[in-house]
């Protein structure tokens, strides 16, 4: 079994920066992504960012290109998401996820194809 725990979310004004971890813990994978979802009330789970583990190669939503940045601790098996100039619109519970065994980039981005899920981490962003 695989545990993540996220922390840093909170209550922050536009244009404001937080920092997200994800803390990895339990079984290991010899190939597998690492991915930010977020889900905003009466919305469906939405996919962020994610990083393939082995070498680092990193996806991005459009509605956070430019803005987020994903990276990775390999020591640490801790996963962060860098968010900046954050909008209104990014108000959301953010769930940080793995996904074995990643062949193609849409399973990287696909929320269904996530195998382990961490509680989440509430982040508001005031206007």
């Known amino acids: 079994q695989v545990q993540l725990v996220e922390s840093g979310g909170g209550l922050v004004q536009a244009g404001d920066s937080l920092r997200l971890s994800c803390a990895a813990s339990?079984?290991?994978?010899?190939?597998?992504?690492m991915g930010w979802f977020r889900q905003a009330p009466g919305k469906e789970r939405e996919f962020a960012a994610a990083?393939?583990?082995?070498?680092?190669?990193?996806y991005y939503a459009d509605s956070v290109k430019g803005r987020f940045t994903i990276s990775r601790d390999n020591a640490k098996n801790t996963m962060y998401l860098q968010m900046n100039s954050l909008k209104p619109e990014d108000t959301a519970v953010y769930f940080c996820?793995?996904?074995?065994?990643?062949?193609?980039?849409?399973?990287?981005?696909?929320?269904?194809?996530?195998?382990?899920w961490g509680q989440g981490t509430q982040v508001t962003v005031s206007s």
């Open positions: 996820a793995l996904k074995r065994w990643v062949l193609t980039p849409a399973q990287a981005m696909g929320v269904d194809f996530y195998d382990y």
């Open positions: 339990g079984r290991t994978f010899s190939n597998y992504a």
């Open positions: 990083v393939i583990w082995s070498d680092g190669t990193t």
